[in-house]
């Protein structure tokens, strides 16, 4: 299986994951709602990373294809650390809440 197929299955999954959690995230209260956004973010960075990855990965890499790839990987590198970072605070702070009761 040649490596672009590879990415064209990892950012077909993952942009489905970050569009099931960007509906589901606006229908939950609370906290809950903050995780599924962090999982949202998460999807999206994955994706984000795959395309980047992906237009990196061409035999004719131009000025152009090298700059938005760069842009590409940045922000999805941005976006998964951050995904990461408020899927653990939040899925914690629900933990805490839970313990309250």
Same mark, same amino acid.
């Given at each position: 299986?040649? *490596?672009?197929?590879? #990415?064209?299955?990892? !950012? /077909?999954?993952?942009?489905?994951?970050?569009?099931?959690?960007? /509906?589901?995230?606006?229908?939950?209260?609370? &906290?809950?709602?903050?995780?599924?956004?962090?999982?949202?973010?998460?999807?999206? @960075? !994955? #994706?984000?990373? @795959?395309?980047?990855?992906?237009? *990196?990965?061409?035999?004719? &890499?131009?000025?152009?294809? *090298?700059?938005?790839? /760069?842009?590409?990987?940045?922000? @999805?590198?941005?976006?998964? /650390?951050? @995904? !990461?970072?408020?899927?653990?605070? #939040?899925?914690? *702070?629900?933990?805490?809440?839970?313990?309250?009761?």
């Amino acid at each position: 299986m040649p *490596l672009s197929s590879i #990415f064209t299955i990892v !950012i /077909i999954l993952s942009a489905t994951i970050a569009i099931y959690y960007a /509906i589901t995230w606006r229908s939950q209260p609370g &906290v809950i709602a903050r995780i599924y956004q962090a999982r949202m973010n998460i999807g999206m @960075g !994955i #994706f984000l990373l @795959g395309v980047g990855t992906n237009q *990196l990965m061409f035999d004719d &890499v131009d000025t152009i294809r *090298l700059v938005i790839g /760069i842009i590409l990987l940045f922000i @999805g590198a941005v976006n998964l /650390i951050m @995904g !990461i970072r408020n899927l653990t605070y #939040f899925t914690k *702070l629900k933990r805490e809440q839970q313990n309250k009761r």
